[in-house]
């Protein structure tokens, strides 16, 4: 029997044993005096209980303290060696640098996707939520969350989410002045949705506050672009690519102080295009809704460009009359230049035309390749006038044709290309016999 003070508890003499409760179980079913022996036995045991279960709860109450005891201290000891394993981890020992680049890395893929979105998702872009979410984990994420200018040197902001956003203009405009703010004098790349509301002006001006930050800023507005944006003559010394998805350009002013623009893309209605520095301009993509003549070709944009190397044109072509001569007049010194093309099932005219539209002399590579299934009817008369005006005997070194071409078509058009090193044929159908 252990002692009241023992490490395993008290254990009392008169703990009856299995056989004793069934009996006693037994004697008060029957109703059944028990025998003068079994009297005996019972009253010292109701005697001794009351001592005896004293001496239990003494125990019991010291054997809880000493489990409490147990269960704070190991509670205490595992979160201790928790901050141990914190402190000791190999994270800790970055430098605040390196962890600003995991930070960005951890960017949500769809952050900067401005179209069809809710308030919520607004609010989440302009406040960096993904950035407040890590800078919980501990005070130095905080501080390199919040004080690293390049992890807010990005803004994307959709103002077609203010025009009805439940929680009103001033608070969204207070989230965008403090990520403003933390970008510091870091370079800018700027996502712009522009609704032609009142909150354009609101965004627009916060935003030229900075201009001299920016560096690639995307605008997609679905008419002309907002007041503000058209009429700011503004300084844009680091600016180095712009892309502008625009339906009307109203002769845009805002980004012609732009002395380092290289790249430029751009969509919409080329009959008046913005005052741009397109003598500095080295790439040009134009993505078209549709060209429906030669008179709204965007082409003409590289006669614009003359250090233009790379061109890039999405044309959508079904609607041009097929057999309507283009009457432009192209000449350029790009490089390299990719075009893709829809257009009309049996069109066999877009293809001739183009080529009689271009003269490029110093032209390397040509890409041309439809932009759905239907096929492009390649034109060798046409490629090899170009050819010859061109001198791509001279420096023509890779063609890619993706369109419907016999074998003769081509051993034509190769036997003028002396300098070819690199061709791709992809038949979108044949029309040898």
Not at 37 to 44: E, G, T, V, Y
Not at 309 to 318: K, S
Not at 366 to 395: K, V, Y
Request: glycine share 4%.
């Amino acid at each position: 029997m252990d002692s009241p003070g023992g490490e395993l508890g008290f254990s009392s003499a008169f703990v009856p044993t299995p056989i004793d409760v069934a009996n006693i179980k037994e004697l008060a079913r029957s109703g059944v005096c028990p025998m003068d022996s079994q009297l005996s036995k019972l009253r010292i045991t109701m005697a001794a209980a009351p001592v005896e279960l004293d001496r239990y709860d003494a125990d019991i109450e010291r054997l809880q303290t000493a489990l409490s005891r147990l269960t704070s201290e190991r509670s205490v000891l595992a979160s201790y060696t928790d901050f141990c394993r914190s402190v000791l981890s190999p994270v800790q020992r970055l430098p605040n640098e390196l962890l600003a680049d995991i930070f960005d890395l951890c960017l949500p893929d769809d952050l900067y996707m401005i179209f069809a979105s809710t308030t919520d998702d607004e609010v989440d872009r302009l406040a960096r939520r993904y950035l407040l979410q890590l800078g919980q984990v501990c005070t130095r994420w905080h501080r390199v969350a919040k004080d690293t200018p390049k992890l807010w040197s990005t803004i994307a902001v959709d103002t077609e989410v203010w025009k009805w956003s439940f929680i009103g203009d001033a608070r969204l405009a207070d989230l965008l002045e403090s990520s403003l703010a933390r970008g510091q004098n870091s370079s800018l790349t700027l996502h712009m949705g522009i609704s032609n509301s009142d909150s354009d002006v609101v965004v627009v001006e916060a935003l030229l506050e900075h201009a001299h930050r920016w560096k690639n800023v995307f605008v997609s507005s679905s008419g002309a672009p907002c007041v503000a944006l058209s009429s700011a003559m503004i300084s844009l010394d680091q600016l180095e690519m712009l892309d502008l998805n625009v339906d009307s350009w109203g002769r845009l002013p805002a980004f012609q102080n732009a002395p380092r623009l290289r790249y430029l893309a751009f969509s919409g209605y080329v009959g008046d295009l913005p005052l741009l520095p397109w003598t500095q301009i080295k790439t040009i993509v134009y993505d078209s809704h549709d060209t429906p003549g030669p008179r709204y070709s965007p082409l003409p944009v590289l006669n614009r460009a003359p250090q233009c190397t790379n061109g890039t044109f999405y044309l959508d072509l079904r609607e041009c009359p097929p057999h309507e001569p283009w009457d432009v007049d192209i000449k350029s010194r790009v490089n390299q230049l990719y075009f893709q093309l829809l257009v009309s099932e049996g069109d066999d005219a877009v293809v001739a035309n183009l080529f009689d539209t271009l003269t490029l002399p110093t032209l390397e590579t040509l890409n041309m390749c439809p932009s759905d299934g239907t096929a492009l009817i390649w034109s060798s008369t046409h490629f090899l006038a170009l050819a010859e005006r061109s001198g791509f005997d001279t420096c023509l070194t890779c063609l890619a044709i993706h369109a419907i071409v016999t074998d003769e078509e081509l051993l034509e058009c190769l036997r003028g290309l002396p300098k070819l090193e690199r061709l791709f044929v992809t038949e979108c159908g044949s029309s040898s016999a």
